[in-house]
């Protein structure tokens, strides 16, 4: 069965900062990856895929993720941290049909001027 | 655009009572979700739809039923209230795998 870790519960970076989020998945194949992003109150919005071809994607508000597949991971990035980014990210694996998505635990991002 | 839009957004249920959950979208999506969110647990599907008329089991559906009579309207029904049923309830739609999500509805059961 496939799953998605993502280790870091709660980060805290400065404003202006580099980020970095990390999440590995298990699966045999080569899913479909997601990053969704969860404001206080709100619904999920998705922030990047990866579906196949160029490793590295680039999503909304700035944020890129880069597909390792020696690694299983797909780590979130963001060169510079805005205090606006502080929400809740979670990581998905689609191993191929709409009931297969599997979400991770999210981690919560804070920012600190 | 609407999207998707869940009513109520706060409900508080007596243990045993009944309660319907509404989710609309109009997006013209096939695919619609329900899911559940408990604090570090991220997210569980609970019952799926791939077009009106079709329904499936996701992962937590014990508790909960659905029903889909056309392609907008989603609605997410609890019979019996019980309090491991406080949590938040998302609905979502899907043009294929890409979901887009409604605002929540924050459930407690006492």
């Known amino acids: 069965a496939q799953s998605v870790t993502q280790p870091d519960i709660h980060i805290t970076v400065s404003e202006g900062a580099s980020l970095e989020l990390r999440c590995n998945y298990s699966?045999?194949?080569?899913?479909?990856l997601f990053w969704y992003v969860q404001s206080p109150g709100q619904g999920l919005q998705l922030l990047l895929k990866y579906f196949s071809g160029d490793t590295l994607v680039q999503g909304i508000k700035g944020f890129e993720a880069e597909f390792k597949r020696s690694q299983s991971s797909f780590n979130l990035r963001k060169p510079s941290v805005h205090w606006s980014d502080a929400a809740e990210y979670f990581c998905a694996v689609d191993s191929g049909g709409y009931q297969k998505v599997t979400f991770g635990t999210g981690t919560k991002l804070q920012v600190i001027p | 655009n609407a999207g998707v839009t869940q009513t109520p957004k706060f409900r508080i249920l007596k243990i045993g009572q009944s309660m319907t959950l509404q989710c609309a979208q109009d997006?013209?999506?096939?695919?619609m979700y329900w899911y559940r969110q408990d604090p570090g647990m991220g997210l569980k599907l609970i019952y799926y739809s791939v077009g009106a008329g079709i329904t499936d089991k996701g992962e937590v559906p014990n508790g909960y039923n659905v029903s889909r009579s056309t392609t907008e309207d989603f609605p997410l029904r609890l019979e019996l209230a019980a309090p491991s049923q406080t949590s938040v309830y998302f609905c979502?739609?899907?043009?294929?795998?890409?979901?887009?999500f409604g605002q929540g509805t924050r459930l407690t059961v006492v």
């Open positions: 699966y045999g194949a080569t899913p479909y």
């Open positions: 997006m013209n999506h096939n695919y």
């Open positions: 979502a739609s899907s043009p294929n795998t890409e979901a887009f």
